[in-house]
């Protein structure tokens, strides 16, 4: 199988390829030239397995220039026992007949970002073997929370690679902050910005496009790479999940091999939402596929008009990991839906850029309909939902995984559409827990975030992932803050060169 641009058809990459550049030179993103097609069959034979075995079959399936003793190291190396809270890595739980929640958030950072992130750095390394020989990968991050923690424990102590995260010195919680500053690993750094998320990502872009320092990353067997989510290799290991979900529910007898689940993403950049999408054409019986936002709502006015216009207000809100108005992997829908047409995609990149807008009509519009529908909810409603679910059924979520059962009330209520549901939950509550206390408190005792972590406790009883209960009271490691000017320095220093 190869790879393509989604600006430039005449491009024809490997996977390894593919995942090891990160971005297409001309802007565009990879994707598959054609989408593999597993039987009923198939997915009879991966019931039995375990999530690790169900990977390696799936990944086979999209990563043709790997081994099969190649993708079963990167799979058990990523997914091995101890690593995630979970024999079954992302279980299913039963809120209520016809209502699973997928809980992806069971990994060493709590928030679903460690799906991908445990295991990308085993396919970048595996890849970058064959493609990069000799070469040390350096991963640079600017992040504004959950992925700088989620890339750092992912990448710790993989051999030939080293990562350096940036952060906005007041742009993350005092738990995310915590969470990084005290990361453990030889080949990890960490570092704080003056300034906010902004400039710490076009201090990373800077860097990456610097002459001086690809010159010196050569001359010391250094190159860069990235473990941003627009990377093919960050999609893939979720369209594992969704399909190992599907096989979950045919074993525990929620539906019947071969009959349809409705699936519903609380969604950012559009990956998570995506790799649904391809578990679809793949063949899993899915119906609809529920785009659930935040009031950040341009992608649910996308799916219902065809118009993306990322020209309105930028609300924060108590979903931050959805606050966002480029979602940078619609990209790769517009390309399937259209026909591949790598001209007219680059065309509505373009009027984004330019304009920040841009329409789709015609038949791209009526499959954009037939496949999705979406929603949004605002920062009480999402608050509600977590005060009811918790009343009326005992289960503690997240803000993010608050806002898709919303919209997916909404939407079940409107349409009358009963088909069981498979709802991702993307975070643990504890993750967010000053949001999640003041929905289900009426009056909060604590003063900081870790002491509202115990007040959840006792106000829940659900039980504190030990990674979110022993930061309060660890030390820093990395205290250093620097200017945006000197971040190529931090990145010499940190590799000593
Ligand atoms: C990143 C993130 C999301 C959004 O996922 P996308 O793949 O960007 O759509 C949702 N919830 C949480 C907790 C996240 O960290």
Redesign the pocket.
């Known amino acids: 199988m190869y790879y393509t641009s989604t600006r430039d058809k005449s491009v024809r990459v490997t996977a390894s390829e593919a995942i090891t550049k990160g971005i297409s030179p001309d802007g565009g993103l990879f994707v598959p030239t054609e989408i593999p097609k597993i039987s009923m069959d198939f997915i009879k034979e991966l019931i039995p397995l375990s999530y690790i075995e169900r990977a390696k079959r799936v990944l086979g399936l999209y990563l043709t220039d790997f081994t099969a003793d190649e993708i079963a190291y990167c799979v058990e190396g990523a997914y091995k026992q101890g690593k995630f809270s979970s024999d079954k890595v992302s279980p299913l739980y039963k809120l209520a007949d016809g209502e699973y929640i997928l809980e992806l958030w069971r990994g060493p950072t709590c928030?679903?970002?460690d799906m991908a992130l445990q295991l990308l750095p085993y396919l970048l390394t595996t890849a970058s073997n064959k493609t990069l020989k000799d070469t040390e990968i350096v991963i640079l991050v600017a992040t504004s929370g959950?992925t700088g923690k989620a890339a750092l424990e992912g990448f710790k102590d993989v051999p030939n690679t080293k990562i350096l995260v940036f952060y906005p010195v007041d742009g993350v919680s005092p738990m995310q902050k915590l969470q990084m500053t005290t990361q453990e690993g030889g080949n990890v750094g960490v570092c704080a910005i003056e300034g906010n998320f902004d400039d710490a990502q076009s201090g990373v872009k800077a860097i990456f496009t610097d002459r001086d320092i690809e010159k010196k990353f050569r001359e010391n067997g250094l190159a860069f790479s990235s473990a941003n989510?627009i990377n093919w290799g960050r999609l893939v290991p979720q369209i594992v999940y969704y399909i190992s979900a599907y096989c979950d529910m045919v074993e525990s007898g929620a539906v019947s091999l071969g009959s349809p689940v409705n699936i519903v993403?609380?969604?950012?950049?559009?990956?998570?939402?995506l790799a649904a999408f391809y578990a679809k054409e793949m063949g899993v019986p899915v119906k609809t596929l529920v785009c659930a936002s935040n009031a950040n709502n341009v992608l649910t006015d996308f799916l219902k008009t065809g118009t993306y216009n990322k020209n309105r207000e930028f609300y924060c809100t108590v979903?931050p990991?959805?606050d966002?108005l480029i979602?940078s992997?619609l990209e790769r829908l517009l390309f399937h839906l259209c026909g591949e047409d790598d001209a007219t995609v680059k065309n509505w990149m373009r009027q984004l850029s330019e304009d920040g807008k841009y329409t789709v009509t015609g038949d791209v519009l009526e499959k954009i309909k037939s496949l999705f529908a979406a929603g949004f909810c605002d920062d009480n409603a999402t608050k509600q939902t977590i005060f009811e679910i918790f009343n009326g059924y005992g289960y503690l979520c997240?803000t993010?995984t608050a806002v898709a059962l919303n919209v997916y009330k909404n939407y079940k209520a409107c349409t009358g559409d009963n088909t069981p549901a498979v709802i991702a939950s993307?975070?643990n509550p504890y993750k967010f827990s000053a949001s999640v206390l003041s929905a289900i408190s009426e009056k909060i005792k604590s003063e900081n975030e870790f002491d509202m972590v115990e007040e959840l406790f006792e106000k829940s009883g659900e039980p504190v992932p030990p990674q979110l209960a022993t930061l309060k009271g660890k030390s820093p490691r990395f205290t250093n803050v620097c200017s945006k000017e000197n971040m190529k320095r931090v990145v010499f220093d940190m590799l000593g060169i």
Do not use: R, Y
């Open positions: 928030a679903f970002k959950d989510s993403v609380p969604t950012g950049n559009f990956g998570n939402i979903s990991s959805m966002i979602s992997n997240d993010h993307t975070a």
